[in-house]
Structures are given as structure tokens and as C-alpha cells.
């Protein structure tokens, strides 16, 4: 493909001040396969020449728009070998040391807007997607060097390179012209190409793990002849849960092990192997690796330990172990893992060494720690709860919990989703991926770290406050993941959600017994955002006709002791056709007079009948209480707070799941350039903390609203900028270093006059560095202090904060975080959240704020936290509220050059480190 050049415009560049160095990436192809990414390299010459050597006459022809000969490859070579630069990159798709693919752009000049591309692709390749993996990855180099759109001209007859434009993003513009196609691709990444990028991935990341989760072959290789090894227990496991393809043993040592034939090695099995189950010492793995590679084997399970978690030795043997495994095109789960679970019954797969087997069911499960898994699968076999499927993370050197959550994410089998994590990746790009199936199924997780252990400290407030708990917390509540305290509330949400309907709201009915039960899950109920609505007249007088002797009709419904099977069926159907409830929670407690299972069956028919309520039971005192009923299979708990703090999650989980999306608004009067000229401008002075000017430049490009200030260096230019103001005013230290002014002297607060100013002169600039001078501003009045903010983490990305600010903002601890990028809906649930907020809708007579401004402001900081990564921290505060708008009257900022970050834009294996 050629292009013809198109004249340049000015550009606004946005994102790192530097564009960093692009290191190899590997990545899905659309048939599973792996390949990697990496630029151009001067000794790929002769393999450059031998890509465009193995082509037929048609792809050159389509490629030069005619035959060429040696001469004009010899030319295309030398220029895709040229050293990359703002004005020319050029990539490779590499596959087993053999390049079967390359896409390059040149520009006229280093800051053009525009680059003409070029893309080619080995003829045995086409079909598997790797024009367009190339284009994404270039677009993205192209988008952090400022380019805004690739422009190419493109044959008519070139159907394939024309889909490949028309898959890269929905705004592709074409234009036929002179028996040419022009063809122009934008680099920026809207919502529409984000989501085809993810569709792309989800569909290559099913194709990949396919051969892991369903394999049609399995072979464990280090299967011992002596029960108890782990290869043994992993073939014993296979072979009692009845794997429906063909079962292999590997080892030198026999012909056959526990009924399942045996092989000196891979090379000499039979047939085609699907899945490797690896469980020998750490010292052979690799080699083990080598030949199932050979052997073509699409994924492996190590279960073998002394990798990643031994130290800086095993870390080096792990990458290893996943650079050979992406030579192959192998899908590594592991090492150190307990090993994985599909309980389809077309597969029947327990690859693993765990000591149960859950029934088969809709949840899918992943667990980073082996313990936490066997927990985890014997409370779901204690408990009832069915799983789809189980992975073992162990060390996450290869498939990771993003891998599975696309996976999951069109697999027919799961419903829900539990995680157990201990770190993450990519967190940027769990949160889009892990948002897109929440929105379609439950996820739940449990994230170790909750403790103050792992905090960092900050020179902001903001800084100070976002702990890694917090950050996941962020990004659990913008994502829609149900976050539980332990593994016990995991698998009690888990039966709540799995193949259950969803609560339509929050009312719960409570209805048992024993009177004590039911106050307690009362209590229980107001933590777990539930509400226990008293009942309106006529569903009081329905429930008083069918149950005469109950200790009352209110809510909670106490039936007492000796209530019948029938007493409970007619309560059960009065309350679930009443309209008034959400979910019913039914308390049985057995005695020696009544009949909990006459009562289950009583009710069941009810159940069954009212399918769009969601219903839950405890049952107290039976020996062997069954862990469900009904048709549905509704759980039934031991204990009131378990099945109400379930109920709680399924509720918010609804709530989050039926809210609209939320949308990026349009913010006028942002000056993106502007913005990065003057952090270009920053970063050249080594960043930093800014003083007050160049923070103030910066908040105004965004449109973030400042109090008037005047920067003053000497007492008289106090007092002249306080005139022109007009008393009262302010005075605070212009040293950016001091954090917590008005415990230091810092500030001085409603000067009247001339003498007071010069004498608060003197005093706030002792407080810090006097060579810093003093900051002047007005008086300014409103009813409430709010505290903003912004800081950035390298690995999840920037987070917002607001709360409630001044001298508060630490004594209640009272904030909000969201990750970037926002929404509108995020920046209202942010302020809603407080426990301040109803300071700002009107407390006790007093006027309601501008929450519309308040909103503003925290889309502002989004977006200047999205575009400007070098923001590390950020404070406003206080920033005033009131019902005419929102003015912050101090502000604090550092910036810092930003290093390499996960992309989550990008289709990208995990890397190994």
C-alpha cells in the first residue's frame, strides 16, 4: 500500500511528555497463535526481504500497486530498516524467529499531523488477523508521537486490506478516486474503536485458551507409578472424573500408570496433544516445555514449584519458561499452581490435585494462591454451589485473571465470576475488561491488602489518602465488582448470584419463627444497604387474614414457634405478590414440634411461582440442613448475617448493573495544547512541586476555577496587591513544599488593613521559605469546604478524589477516589457517596450547594489527570461550595516525568519479568 502525502496542520499532542521506547509485545492472533511485536531492527534485512521473496505476483501487485522486481524490494527493505524516529516507525510480527508480517509510517515532519502507512503480510498468514494486531500497535506509537490519522492508498481489488482499515476503527473514511481507494484512519481511540479493539481480543483470547479449558487431549507429563506425587493425584484426578478425550501418562519408566497408558515422551504419544499437565522438579520444566512445543501442544498447566516465588533465581527461570512458551505458541497457567477444573459434562476436566470436585454449575472461579482455591472449591461442594470452571493462577506468569475474565465473558457455562487476587497486572485494563462482563454477569473478589501495612506515605493530602486499598476499591466500584471482606462472604454472594434472579431494589422482607433471628438479620440488614419496609395497610390486613396467630404482622413477620408449614405458605405468598418487597428472606429454626422440611416443601411451590423474586432461607438447628430449594435451587444459610450480607451484595450488584453507563460529557473550554506546553515548559525544569503561577496556568487550561491570586514577594507589594483586591484578604506562604498551612502560621485569614497585611507578611513567609514570597487573595465566602484532588498511580493510572476539605479533611476522613478516565455518572456518584452529602443537598434548612459545579470540577480534574500523566499530585484545597458554584482557594502541585506504563489500550500478553 501506498499513500500520497497530505499537507501539514497543527497538532495537539496529548499524553507522556516523552514517547517511550516500544519494547517487544506479545500478542493473540485471531486463531489463538502468539505473536510477537517489536520494531524493526537493521539485521532484519535479509528476513524483510525474504517476507516479500515468499509472496505471489497479486500480493506484490496489491502491496506496489505493480510486479516488482528486486530492485524496488531492496528499496521498501532499506526504508522499513531505517532507525526509527518522530518521522518514521516501522514494526514486525514475529513468529518463531520468522517475521510474517510488517506495518510502517513516515511523515514529512517531525510534528506533522498526518503519516502516510504501509502494511504487509506473509500470504500463509492471511486470515489470522495480523494486519490489523499491526495497525492497532502502530496507531498506538503513532497517537503517543502526535500523529493524528494514517492516510495509505489502497488498489480496489485489495478487499483485505480495506476490511483491516474498516476493523481498526468504525471511523475509517475512504474516498475513490483516479481507480484509487484513499483511505484515512484516526489514531485516537474512541469508545467504538476501544470496544472493537475488545471484541478482537475477546474472541483471540477464546480461541487461545480453548485448547486449555477444552481440551480434546490431555497428557501429564511426570506422572509417577507411587500414589501420592502430584503428577500421580493430577492423572488419578483426570482419569476418576472421566475426561472425555484421550488421557496420557509421560514417563521413561513405564508402560502404564493407574489404568492410563504410559510414554517414554511427548514425541512418541499417539495422537495430538491438546493440554500439557507438567509436574515435574523446576530444573526440567523447561525442557519438558521444549518438546511439548515440538510436539505442538497448544497450552500447558505447571504444577511445579521453585519459580517466581523462590527469589531472584527462580524469577530468571520463570521468564524463561515463558519466553520458550511464547516461541511455541504455548498458554502457560502457572507454574506453582494446584491446576484447573471444567465440570462441562461434554469435558469432565480436573486437572489438578485438589482434594474436591465441585458439582457442575454456572460460577467460574480463579485463584492466585493454591490454599485459597482448595477453600475455595470445598466450600462450594459443602455449600452446594456449582462451578463452571476453576483456574489456578499460581504464579501468573502467562495467563492471568484478564485472560480468563475474556474468556468467561462468552462462555455459555458461567454465569458468575469469583476472583481471589493478591496483584494485578494491568490493572487499567482489568478495569475495562472486568466492567464489560460485569455488565452481562456477576464478579466478585476478594483482594488481599486491605491493610494499613501497604499504605504509602504523600506530601498531599490526596496522596496521602490513596492507599493500594483504596485504588482497588476505586477500581471494584467503577468496574461493578461485588468486593467481600473473606472467602466465606465470596462463595455466600457467589450463591446469591449464581443463577439466581437479581434483586429489583432493596426492600427485603424478613419472615420466620424465632423473633431473635429476625431482629438480627434487621440489624443486618441496614450495613448491607438493605431497607426493611413496614408493610402498607392492605398487605397488614392480607398478612393478618392468613396468619391470625402471628406475634405480629409487621417487617420483620414473627410467626412464632409453632407456626405451621401452611402458616409459612401463606406468608411467603402474600408477601411475594404483594409488590412491596425486593427479596424474602425465610428464618426456619427447628424444633422438636415443627417440620423444616414439611416447610421448605410448602413453600417451594410459591418460589417457583414468583421466579423474578429473589428469595434466600436460613435454617437453624437441623443436623443436616440441605443447602438449597426449590426449583431455582434458592441457598439456604446457617446464620440470619450471612444470608443478609448475600442479599446486600446482590442488591448493590443490581443497583450498579441497571444505572446507566455514564458518558465522557464534552467540557468546554479545555486547551489541551495549551496544557502539555506548559508541563513541557515544567518538566524542563525538572517538575516537581509548581509554584502557585504555573499551577495556576495549568488548572486554567482546564477550566478549573481559581480564586483570584497575586503572587507577592516583599511586604508594600502585599499591601498593593490587597488594595487593588480589596480588603478583607488572605495571605499564605507561596512555598509549593509546606503541606498543612494552617497548622504552620502559614495562612492568615480576614486582614482589614495595610498593617495587618505587612504584619501577616512577616509571619506566613517564616512559616516556610521566605525567598517564596506570599500568596494575596480575597475573602471568599461559601458554605461548605470540599477537598479535591488528583495523584497518579504507575500502575493503575491517575485517580480523582474529592471530600470534605480545610481543617476536616483529615479528622473525618471522609473521601471519594475514581479512577480516570470519568464519566459524568462517576463524578456524581463521588460526591453522593460522602458521608458529607447531605451538607450539600440542604441540611436542616440550609440552601443546597451546586452540585452541578461541584460535578464539573471533579470531570475537570479527570480529564487533566487523563491527559496530563505527569500530574503526581495534585491538591485543591479547600475548594468552596455553595448554590452559586465552586471555587478552589488553594492549590498544590507536583509533576514528574511518567515512565513506562501498562497500555490498556493495547492487545498484549502478559510480559515476562
Known sequence: MTATPTPARPTTVVGATTVPVLSPIDALTADGGIVRIRPVDPADRSELTALHGRAGDDSLRMRFFAAPGSATIAVEVDRLCRPGSPRHEAVVAEQAGTIIGVASYDRDTDTAPRAEFAVFVDEAQHGRGIGTLLLEHLAARARASGVEELVGEVLPGNSRMLQVARDLTPEARSRFDDGIVRVGLTTSLDDAAQLAVDDRERAAERASLRPLLAPRSVAVVGAGRTPGGIGHETLRALREYGFTGDLYAVNPQATEI???????????????????????????????????????????????????????????????????????????????CLGIVNTDPEVRLNASFGPAVPASGGLAVASQSGAVGIALLDHAVKSGCGVSSFVSLGNKADVSGNDLIAYWFDDPATTAVALYLESFGNPRKFARTVRALARRKPVLAVKSGRSAAGRRAGASHTAAAAAPDVTVDALFAQAGVVRVDNLGDLLDAARMVTDQPLPAGNRLAVVGNAGGFNVLAADAAESAGLRIPAPSPTLRARLASVTPDAAGHDNPLDLGAAAT???????????????????????????????????????????????????????????????????????????????????????????WRTAPLGARPELPGVRSADARAAVVRAMAADGGWQPYDRTAELLACYGIPLVETVTVTDEEGAVAAATRIGYPVVLKSADPDLVHKSDTGAVQLDLADAEAVRAAFRTVTAAGRPAAGALVQPMAGRQLELVAGIVHDPLFGSLVMAGLGGVHTDLFDDRAFRLVPMTDRDAAQMWRSLRAAPLLTGFRGAPAVDTTAVEDLLLRLGRLAEEVPEVAELDLNPVLVGPDGALAVDAKLRLAAVDAEPDPTLRQLRQPS
Do not use: C, M
Open 565 to 655: 408449614p401452611e402458616a409459612f405458605r401463606a406468608t411467603v405468598a402474600a408477601l411475594a405478590a404483594s409488590g412491596e418487597v425486593d427479596s424474602l428472606l425465610v428464618i426456619v429454626a427447628a424444633s422438636r414440634t415443627n417440620d423444616v422440611p414439611a416447610t421448605l416443601a410448602a413453600i417451594t411451590p410459591v418460589v417457583d411461582h414468583h421466579p423474578e423474586l429473589t428469595v434466600a432461607a436460613v435454617v437453624i438447628g437441623l443436623p443436616q440442613a440441605p443447602p438449597a430449594f426449590a426449583a431455582r435451587q434458592a441457598p439456604i444459610f446457617d446464620l440470619p448475617e450471612r444470608a443478609v450480607r448475600a442479599l446486600g451484595h446482590a442488591s448493590r450488584y443490581a443497583t
Open 258 to 336: 493407574d489404568g492410563v497408558p504410559a510414554y517414554p515422551a511427548l514425541a512418541q504419544l499417539p495422537g495430538p496433544v491438546d493440554l500439557a499437565v507438567i509436574a515435574v522438579p523446576a530444573g526440567s520444566v523447561a525442557d519438558v516445555l521444549a518438546d511439548a512445543g515440538a510436539a505442538g501442544v497448544r497450552a500447558a498447566v505447571v504444577l511445579s514449584s521453585g519459580f517466581g516465588e523462590t527469589g531472584a533465581d527462580g524469577r530468571a527461570r520463570q521468564a524463561e519458561l515463558v519466553r520458550q512458551a511464547r516461541r511455541y505458541g504455548i498458554r502457560l497457567v502457572g507454574p506453582n
